[in-house]
Each structure stands twice: as structure tokens, then as C-alpha cells.
């Protein structure tokens, strides 16, 4: 028995010592494998690392980039997809130039790399070019000039270069042309628009405030306040405009017209024609609105540029079925007397003398003419002039007690009754520099103004044709160069200063040569040049 309990205790310590070393081959075992995924993870790496090497030489080395063709490409359009008509994740073919969404496989601008051949794509959220289907990026200066195209961007001394030059650029084509002196393509029906839009494009702080993007890039609306839009958009069209680096002397104002119909809510169409000073006066508003304006003067870039002070006096007019003995009583009551009020305004509305009823001997109408200080008598506190409403007749007086930096005139021509729309063509005759409008100003404020507030003009929008069906064009002071330009659509070319007077002219635009006196200090004039306008 004590040989038996001898081996069976040799026998445990054997299996004990096998036991110990299976757990150190188990151990050994896995720390090899383990050996054995770093090393595959390290390799993995090192994939990968051949992998972004590999796509860094293609970006670099992308032999389609002698595909691209400049002359089809046109960013002006809306930003969707032309097969889907989506507006998310949408590149630019640089090939055709057409739209299409996507870049992965399956998607419209993969099936159109394969299908056509292009390869070349342009992620316009992005602004980054890839190589479909083999999809890579490529990053190559020698693109830099789409980027700008698609996006111009100004810095301070860019700006301030723009608007002293008179130095003619040369597009893609050829065809040489003057920043500021760009074509809008006329869509069907939208020459009023562009004419305004041309207008305010060389009103000199609205120009410099929206060609530094970082002005209006980061403005914040409530929720469903569409109004940032038609901000964006309008900054867009003034950097095109003034863009030197074109690849076409003309630009569309599609994406501006289309932000336009939406905050309006089709007020404004880009089918049918509307009114100049509809359209101006909404717009002034609607982008005082959007870039955080309030009552206050100082409030937003518009009411800087365009906004002035009146006094209006107000009286009521006794009514004519009054009897004799109650005339002289109801002359002494309150409402009856003459009360004043003060109003801010963005434009002068003048109203034309009314055109000769009858035809002269060779049976043509005979076109009057008026000189433009007859029509601005309106304004100087003396004129009385009666309004009539559905209850009450009024005697008005005007007066201006501030004048605005720019000043806009606006010409009633249109006469709309029961049955059509009227227009009066009488030709007013006006002065295109130093016109004086001190005599406006209330006597206790000429003061301020000793060089009885003298203004230039530097555009006139024009109507011609018949009040349905016909067309508007914008006579335009290119500041740089010192010369008039007349812009009808994607038509441009140069104007006479002495023709001007002879248009029937609708919108006019002044800016004024010196500044008012402040405090007693000593008026600064203006030196020609829009970036000392506001200081």
C-alpha cells in the first residue's frame, strides 16, 4: 500500500508540472497571436498611408484636368441637380457645365462620368474638385480662377482699387470690358429689375458694404424669415458684377430674381413686367429689414445711403356743402388747423404736369416739357397741394429738414384708372452736375448746408414705349473712369451726358458733393471717390 500511495502521489506531481507547462504554451500562444495582430494592424496602416500617398499623387497628377472647358461654365443658375432638380450635394461637370448630384456610385454625377466620359467634377457647397468615378480630389492652382468665378472675393484694398479704376479687363473670349459695366441677361420680363439692380450697383456705400462678403455672411433671421436670402443673393450679383476675373462679359441675375419672387411672395415676377419704383422701394425695405435695421438712421447700410427727414404741415379742408353760419364756427376747431408732423423718408415722389389733351396741326401729340426745380416746388413749405381720400379732403406742405447722402427722385408717369394705365411723356429738364436742392430745406437747417446742397447725378432709369410693353434701361456714372454708360439688359455702351436730359427719365439717383456741417465744424467735400463718402 505505501509503494501504491508513493506512485500515486509521483504520478500527480507529473500531471501537475504537464499542467504548468500546457498554461505557459497557451500563454505563449497567445502573446504570438497577439504579436501577430499588431503586425497586421501595422500593415493595415501602412495600407493606408499607400492608399492617401497614392491619391495625393493622382490629385496632383490628374490627367483630365486639359478636359475642362471654361467657356460653358455659368454659376449665375440656380444650384440644382438637372436630372433630380435637388439643391443637396450638387457638383458642376467641368466639362458640359450641367449640374448633377452626388459623386458616389449610383448617384447622377457618377452615371454621368461614366456614361459621357467626364471626369472633372466641382462640389459647389465645397468649393473642392474631384475625379469621377475614380473618385479623388484634386487640388491644382491652376483651378483657382473657376473658385473665383463661382465665389469673388474682395479685400478692402480690391475694393478700394475697383472703384478709382478705369482700367478694362478682358473675359475668357476676348471681349474686353469695365467692372461695373456688366450685362444682365433679360430672362423673359425682368428689364425693370435689372435696371434697378445696374442703379443700385453704383450707389457708392451700397457697392463697398457688399463686396466684403463679411459684412452679411453670418446675419441671423428668425425662423422662417426668408429675408437673409435676398441679403446673400444680392451680395453675390454685386461681387459678379464687379468681378474682374469673368470668364463672360455679362452675368444673370437668376439665383437674384428667384430669392426676389420667394420674399416678395410673387409680388414681383420674373414673367411678367412690373414697376421700377415698386420693385426700388420694396427692395430698399426689404434689405433694411434683413440686415437688422430699425427706425433709427444709423440703423443699417440703406438708411446711411438713402434716408432723409421731411416736415410735413397737414390741414383739413371744410367741406363744401357746409352752410355759411357754421363755416366760420367749424374754422376755429382743432381738425381744421394746420398740424405738422415729422417722417422719414428713402425717395422724393414728384408728381409731372398733366400732358395737352388735343393733338397739334400735323395730328402728333405735343410732348411738353417741364424743368426739374418746377416739379420739386412741391418740396420747398409753400406749395400747397390737396389729397383727396374716400372721406376727407387734406391740404398738404412739404419741407425737407435732412437730406440723405444719395438722393432719389422719383417721376409719377403712370396714371392707372378704371379702364387702362396711362403714362405721361413729358420730358423734364434737368441738370446733371451741382444741382442745388437747398432750396427744399427748411430755413432753420440751410445752415447746414453752405454750399446750398449740391448733388451729382450718377444714375437715371429710363422708360420708353407705352405703359404696357415697354422698356427700361439705366443710365449709369462709372466713377473711376468719369463716364456714362447706358445698360439696357445684356446691351451696354456708352452715353452722351448732353442726351440724357432728353429720356424720359423715371428713377433718378444724386449724390451729394459735400458734407453738411456738424457741430459748426467746416463741410468736407466729397473727393470723388465712394470710401470717403461716410466719414
Same mark, same amino acid.
Given at each position: 500500500?505505501?509503494?501504491?500511495?508513493?506512485?500515486?502521489?509521483?504520478?500527480?506531481?507529473?500531471?501537475?508540472?504537464?499542467?504548468?507547462?500546457?498554461?505557459?504554451?497557451?500563454?505563449?500562444?497567445?502573446?504570438?497571436?497577439?504579436?501577430?495582430?499588431?503586425?497586421?494592424?501595422?500593415?493595415?496602416?501602412?495600407?493606408?498611408?499607400?492608399?492617401?500617398?497614392? *491619391?495625393?499623387?493622382?490629385?496632383?497628377?490628374?490627367?483630365?484636368?486639359?478636359?475642362?472647358?471654361?467657356?460653358?461654365?455659368?454659376?449665375?443658375?440656380?444650384?440644382?441637380?438637372?436630372?433630380?432638380?435637388?439643391?443637396?450635394?450638387?457638383?458642376?461637370?467641368?466639362?458640359?457645365?450641367?449640374?448633377?448630384?452626388?459623386?458616389?456610385?449610383?448617384?447622377?454625377?457618377?452615371?454621368?462620368?461614366?456614361?459621357?466620359?467626364?471626369?472633372?467634377?466641382?462640389?459647389?457647397?465645397?468649393?473642392?474638385?474631384?475625379?469621377?468615378?475614380?473618385?479623388?480630389?484634386?487640388?491644382?492652382?491652376?483651378?483657382?480662377?473657376?473658385?473665383?468665378?463661382?465665389?469673388?472675393?474682395?479685400?478692402?484694398?480690391?475694393?478700394?482699387?475697383?472703384?478709382?479704376?478705369?482700367?478694362?479687363?478682358?473675359?475668357?473670349?476676348?471681349?474686353?470690358?469695365?467692372?461695373?459695366?456688366?450685362?444682365?441677361?433679360?430672362?423673359?420680363?425682368?428689364?425693370?429689375?435689372?435696371?434697378?439692380?445696374?442703379?443700385?450697383?453704383?450707389?457708392?456705400?451700397?457697392?463697398?458694404?457688399?463686396?466684403?462678403?463679411?459684412?452679411?455672411?453670418?446675419?441671423?433671421?428668425?425662423?422662417?424669415?426668408?429675408?437673409?436670402?435676398?441679403?446673400?443673393?444680392?451680395?453675390?450679383?454685386?461681387?459678379?458684377?464687379?468681378?474682374?476675373?469673368?470668364?463672360?462679359?455679362?452675368?444673370?441675375?437668376?439665383?437674384?430674381?428667384?430669392?426676389?419672387?420667394?420674399?416678395?411672395?410673387?409680388?414681383?415676377?420674373?414673367?411678367?413686367?412690373?414697376?421700377?419704383?415698386?420693385?426700388?422701394?420694396?427692395?430698399?425695405?426689404?434689405?433694411?429689414?434683413?440686415?437688422?435695421?430699425?427706425?433709427?438712421?444709423?440703423?443699417?447700410?440703406?438708411?446711411?445711403?438713402?434716408?432723409?427727414?421731411?416736415?410735413?404741415?397737414?390741414?383739413?379742408?371744410?367741406?363744401?356743402?357746409?352752410?355759411?353760419?357754421?363755416?366760420?364756427?367749424?374754422?376755429?376747431?382743432?381738425?381744421?388747423?394746420?398740424?405738422?408732423?415729422?417722417?422719414?423718408?428713402?425717395?422724393?415722389?414728384?408728381?409731372?404736369?398733366?400732358?395737352?389733351?388735343?393733338? +397739334?396741326?400735323?395730328?402728333?401729340?405735343?410732348?411738353?416739357?417741364?424743368?426739374?426745380? *418746377?416739379?420739386?416746388?412741391?418740396?420747398?413749405?409753400?406749395?400747397?397741394?390737396?389729397?383727396?381720400?374716400?372721406? +376727407?379732403?387734406?391740404?398738404?406742405?412739404?419741407?425737407?429738414?435732412?437730406?440723405?447722402?444719395?438722393?432719389?427722385?422719383?417721376?409719377?408717369?403712370?396714371?392707372?384708372?378704371?379702364?387702362?394705365?396711362?403714362?405721361?411723356?413729358?420730358?423734364?429738364?434737368?441738370?446733371?452736375?451741382?444741382?442745388?436742392?437747398? +432750396?427744399?430745406?427748411?430755413?432753420?437747417?440751410?445752415?447746414?448746408?453752405?454750399?446750398?446742397?449740391?448733388?451729382?447725378?450718377?444714375?437715371?432709369?429710363?422708360?420708353?414705349?407705352?405703359?404696357?410693353?415697354?422698356?427700361?434701361?439705366?443710365?449709369?456714372?462709372?466713377?473711376?473712369?468719369?463716364?456714362?454708360?447706358?445698360?439696357? +439688359?445684356?446691351?451696354?455702351?456708352?452715353?452722351?451726358?448732353?442726351?440724357?436730359?432728353?429720356?424720359?427719365?423715371?428713377?433718378?439717383?444724386?449724390?451729394?458733393?459735400?458734407?453738411?456741417?456738424?457741430?459748426?465744424?467746416?463741410?468736407?467735400?466729397?473727393?470723388?471717390?465712394?470710401?470717403?463718402?461716410?466719414?
Amino acid at each position: 500500500m505505501a509503494k501504491t500511495r508513493g506512485e500515486a502521489q509521483e504520478s500527480t506531481g507529473i500531471d501537475e508540472q504537464g499542467s504548468k507547462m500546457a498554461l505557459k504554451r497557451r500563454q505563449d500562444a497567445l502573446d504570438h497571436d497577439k504579436y501577430d495582430e499588431d503586425d497586421a494592424m501595422a500593415n493595415v496602416g501602412s495600407e493606408a498611408k499607400r492608399r492617401e500617398l497614392a *491619391n495625393a499623387s493622382k490629385s496632383v497628377e490628374c490627367p483630365y484636368l486639359d478636359t475642362i472647358d471654361r467657356n460653358v461654365l455659368d454659376f449665375d443658375f440656380e444650384k440644382l441637380c438637372s436630372v433630380s432638380l435637388s439643391r443637396i450635394n450638387v457638383y458642376a461637370c467641368l466639362v458640359c457645365g450641367k449640374y448633377f448630384q452626388g459623386r458616389g456610385q449610383n448617384t447622377h454625377a457618377y452615371t454621368h462620368s461614366v456614361s459621357d466620359g467626364h471626369r472633372v467634377f466641382l462640389n459647389l457647397e465645397t468649393k473642392k474638385f474631384y475625379c469621377l468615378p475614380d473618385n479623388y480630389e484634386i487640388i491644382d492652382p491652376s483651378l483657382s480662377d473657376i473658385l473665383y468665378v463661382l465665389d469673388p472675393i474682395f479685400s478692402p484694398d480690391m475694393i478700394r482699387q475697383i472703384e478709382t479704376t478705369s482700367k478694362e479687363v478682358r473675359a475668357l473670349g476676348g471681349m474686353r470690358y469695365l467692372p461695373g459695366v456688366v450685362g444682365l441677361n433679360n430672362i423673359k420680363a425682368n428689364d425693370y429689375c435689372n435696371a434697378v439692380l445696374q442703379a443700385m450697383s453704383h450707389v457708392g456705400p451700397i457697392r463697398k458694404y457688399f463686396l466684403d462678403r463679411n459684412n452679411y455672411k453670418d446675419i441671423k433671421r428668425p425662423p422662417g424669415d426668408l429675408s437673409a436670402i435676398l441679403v446673400q443673393r444680392f451680395g453675390e450679383l454685386i461681387r459678379k458684377l464687379w468681378n474682374p476675373r469673368n470668364f463672360k462679359a455679362h452675368v444673370s441675375p437668376h439665383e437674384m430674381l428667384q430669392a426676389v419672387v420667394l420674399c416678395s411672395k410673387k409680388k414681383f415676377q420674373i414673367t411678367a413686367q412690373g414697376d421700377a419704383e415698386q420693385f426700388l422701394t420694396w427692395l430698399l425695405n426689404a434689405l433694411h429689414m434683413a440686415l437688422g435695421g430699425t427706425k433709427k438712421a444709423q440703423s443699417s447700410i440703406i438708411y446711411k445711403a438713402f434716408r432723409g427727414e421731411m416736415r410735413i404741415h397737414t390741414k383739413k379742408i371744410l367741406p363744401t356743402d357746409v352752410d355759411e353760419s357754421k363755416r366760420e364756427e367749424m374754422l376755429t376747431l382743432d381738425e381744421f388747423q394746420w398740424k405738422t408732423t415729422e417722417s422719414p423718408f428713402l425717395h422724393l415722389t414728384l408728381e409731372l404736369p398733366p400732358p395737352p389733351l388735343f393733338k +397739334d396741326e400735323i395730328q402728333e401729340n405735343i410732348i411738353p416739357q417741364v424743368s426739374l426745380f *418746377n416739379v420739386l416746388a412741391k418740396f420747398n413749405g409753400m406749395t400747397e397741394k390737396e389729397y383727396n381720400t374716400y372721406k +376727407d379732403n387734406f391740404l398738404k406742405k412739404f419741407e425737407i429738414i435732412k437730406l440723405p447722402p444719395f438722393l432719389i427722385l422719383y417721376f409719377k408717369r403712370f396714371t392707372k384708372n378704371t379702364f387702362f394705365l396711362e403714362k405721361n411723356p413729358t420730358i423734364v429738364n434737368f441738370p446733371i452736375k451741382s444741382v442745388e436742392f437747398g +432750396d427744399l430745406v427748411a430755413p432753420e437747417f440751410k445752415h447746414l448746408y453752405p454750399d446750398n446742397a449740391a448733388y451729382d447725378l450718377v444714375a437715371n432709369i429710363v422708360h420708353e414705349g407705352p405703359p404696357k410693353g415697354g422698356i427700361y434701361k439705366a443710365h449709369i456714372l462709372h466713377e473711376g473712369s468719369g463716364k456714362w454708360f447706358e445698360m439696357e +439688359d445684356l446691351h451696354t455702351g456708352a452715353a452722351l451726358p448732353e442726351v440724357l436730359p432728353l429720356s424720359e427719365a423715371y428713377i433718378q439717383i444724386y449724390k451729394r458733393i459735400n458734407e453738411p456741417l456738424k457741430d459748426g465744424k467746416k463741410s468736407v467735400q466729397t473727393k470723388g471717390k465712394e470710401g470717403t463718402m461716410n466719414k
